[in-house]
């Protein structure tokens, strides 16, 4: 396991490079081109907004968190660093301002106005006629008053603890004076209670076709009155905090890592603020009392809107409206699986991919069910990053170590935000009598794994099944991925040897296939490029297609902008952060850097090297990213099969073709006006469909 030296990790780059975390909001600001794009159905443009709204949240509460504690270390410290981290925390508040600014004009300008257009009308409190105000009264006194919990602030020192990602609403009240105008008197919290009221909006009385839906935060404000009775003029604006949520758990050979796990999951809910977003229209005396009660600075002020936490437009009405969405995909049956009535059996004959969201997620669950069932089946193992909370994956597991097979699955607890979900299922599979393992010391079970062992004639056959996506059959209906269905013993072999490492924990595995952070994977892909390089400077064609989520390592940078000057064409197809940066004369004027944002989520990973004709393809669960080739399990896997290496290339190609959602790094499309020719994610879905042999019917679900 080669590490890098205090060397290597303290020299600046002479290169050119991308900041990290503006590159991350580079890739944000395409969730928001897809909510201003009017090709996009108007209720698929209110999931972006939502999307981009959950993803900055998740930003602040990881990244800009950790650039504040950057901030905090000791200057000698600070130095040892590539870039001041004031500097980078200083250009992301303005690059989030002015994304904020823009995001605000999309929905005021934009959503708003197509909304009406569809006769749907988001009204406030200022909007209601007469007979939505009865109902509006109405509908609080019986729905909404009895989850209401009110908070007066007032001059003591009383501590106010607001919640993580949870929308307050911060009231000044006045008390009518006789013979006076009215003065200040009071202030007051409210949380908004989205959660117990299950969704954050409350559709009105539909009137001659027209459609009414209102904010629960502005039901609320309309009936002030109603919970502060001995007032009669309020002010009222919206606040919300998003807590540091890293974790910070001393990983440890030994001791209970679960009750670790626990432990920071509650400290996680106290976090330290990574910031206050709030209405800028409050005011000041408003915004210093909540200041005071709650212990928040000035430092941690980020001006927002009148309404906070859009990640909620994902629970945005429809109004039984099919055609401001998505024309329904069907789920393609695999042409070749879906005849064959045990997987393990015809996982003898040749090896599969199946294609997610196209095709069917099916097909894995049945594997290890079939698997669980099987008397010859002595043994399944299994790596769970993240799975679904009612997932039918964990089932099948807890299934087979109940039929008394040796199971063995490895949970990985540290999966951020799905780490409650982990443990409850790594109990579950305890209690069955799986034997359970909690990843490596110092290291995060990225890779997606499955190997199953059977009895055949008394000799011991190996199943294998290895993927870009996660156990998780609700994130298989957005996210694209590969996953590969094989008996071949290069490969189950080596998949072996990584359960042996989760087992055992040495690192002297070898693997003749694979390739296995943080074991062999970096220095087999540097030897890949350096292949590509050699045969350039002879002069023989050299090209790599490199398709992943991010591209930051430092040093793997260095090797593409080699390989470019060496004269190896490179193509990315990059969804996130790259910070390299494409068409630098005498640096990187052969690379081509893309990005697909569209309909689901470009989640595979594909590593293609041209060997002068005789091309190798790699499948991973790794980005070329510090933390996936030093500290984290991950696993690239080759296709072998011609077949395969067709299927995979043919989507590659199609992507590499893509004029209507594909950006260039700096976020413009590469299409020409609104005329584009090719859809990359639809192509591929007719591709995959056109794969069914004619009679067959190609589709299993709607979706």
Request: net charge neutral.
């Amino acid at each position: 396991m080669k590490k890098e030296t205090e060397k290597e990790k303290q020299a600046a780059p002479e290169y050119p490079m991308i900041n990290r975390e503006l590159s991350w909001l580079a890739f944000n600001y395409r969730v928001l081109q897809e909510a201003k794009d009017k090709q996009v159905p108007l209720l698929e443009r209110i999931k972006f907004m939502a999307i981009f709204s959950s993803n900055l949240d998740e930003y602040f509460k990881v990244r800009v968190a950790t650039l504040k504690r950057l901030i905090k270390l000791k200057e000698k410290t600070r130095k040892k660093l590539n870039e001041d981290p004031s500097d980078v925390f200083d250009q992301v508040l303005t690059e989030v301002k002015r994304q904020q600014e823009e995001f605000g004009e999309v929905f005021r300008e934009g959503i708003l106005r197509d909304l009406r257009e569809h006769n749907i009308h988001l009204l406030t409190e200022h909007d209601l006629n007469p007979e939505q105000k009865e109902w509006v009264k109405d509908y609080f006194k019986k729905s909404l008053q009895p989850l209401l919990q009110p908070i007066i602030l007032d001059e003591t020192e009383t501590h106010l603890f607001l919640k993580d990602q949870t929308v307050y609403l911060g009231v000044k009240m006045w008390e009518p004076q006789e013979g006076q105008e009215c003065k200040p008197e009071r202030f007051a919290m409210l949380e908004i209670p989205t959660k117990k009221h299950g969704s954050r909006f409350v559709k009105l009385p539909t009137v001659d076709d027209q459609r009414y839906v209102m904010f629960i935060d502005d039901v609320i404000r309309y009936c002030l009155p109603a919970i502060f009775q001995q007032y009669q003029q309020f002010d009222s604006h919206a606040v919300k905090v998003s807590r540091d949520a890293e974790l910070d758990i001393e990983e440890e050979v030994s001791g209970n890592l679960m009750a670790k796990i626990r432990k920071s999951l509650k400290k996680r809910e106290i976090g330290y603020p990574a910031r206050l977003l709030y209405d800028p229209e409050m005011p000041q005396d408003l915004l210093d009392m909540m200041m005071a009660h709650t212990g928040i600075t000035e430092e941690d002020l980020v001006e927002g809107s009148k309404y906070h936490n859009f990640r909620d437009f994902f629970q945005f009405p429809d109004f039984n409206l099919p055609a401001l969405k998505y024309t329904p995909q069907p789920t393609l049956v695999h042409p070749q699986l879906e005849q064959e009535p045990s997987l393990l059996a015809a996982m003898q004959k040749q090896d599969y991919l199946v294609h997610y969201p196209y095709q069917s997620f099916d097909y894995v669950l049945r594997l290890f069910n079939e698997a669980a069932n099987d008397p010859k089946v002595t043994s399944m193992s299994a790596t769970l990053y993240r799975v679904a909370d009612k997932s039918a994956i964990a089932k099948a597991l807890v299934k087979a170590a109940k039929n008394g097979k040796l199971v063995t699955v490895v949970v990985e607890l540290k999966a951020r935000f799905d780490e409650e979900s982990n443990i409850f299922w790594a109990g579950k599979l305890q209690k069955a009598g799986a034997n359970v393992l909690f990843g490596a010391p110092e290291l995060k079970v990225h890779s997606k794994l499955g190997l199953i062992t059977r009895n055949e004639n008394g000799k011991l056959v190996n199943y294998a099944y290895l993927s870009t996506g996660n156990y998780n059959e609700d994130t298989s209906t957005i996210y694209a991925d590969h996953a590969l269905f094989t008996s071949d013993k290069r490969l189950t072999k080596d998949v072996e040897q990584v359960f042996n490492f989760f087992i055992d924990r040495h690192p002297d595995k070898e693997f003749k296939h694979l390739l296995m952070a943080p074991l062999n994977m970096r220095e087999r892909f540097v030897k890949l490029i350096d292949r590509e390089i050699k045969n350039a400077k002879k002069g023989l064609p050299a090209r790599m297609i490199l398709k992943m989520n991010a591209l930051q390592d430092e040093r793997m940078i260095k090797k593409l902008y080699a390989a470019s000057q060496a004269g190896v064409q490179v193509d990315l197809l990059v969804r996130g952060i790259c910070c390299l940066v494409p068409g630098v004369e005498g640096v990187s004027e052969n690379i081509q850097v893309r990005s697909i944002v569209d309909r689901y989520l470009e989640h595979a990973r594909v590593y293609i090297f041209h060997n002068n004709g005789e091309e190798e393809y790699y499948v991973a669960s790794a980005d070329w990213m510090t933390r996936n080739l030093n500290r984290r399990v991950e696993v690239a896997f080759p296709l072998l099969q011609p077949h395969l290496v067709k299927e995979v290339r043919d989507i590659i190609d199609l992507q590499l073709a893509d004029d209507t959602k594909a950006r260039t790094v700096d976020n413009s499309y590469l299409r020409e006006g609104e005329e584009t020719s090719l859809r990359s994610q639809y192509a591929t879905y007719d591709y995959l469909r056109n794969l069914v042999p004619e009679g067959k019917n190609p589709a299993k679900k709607q979706k």
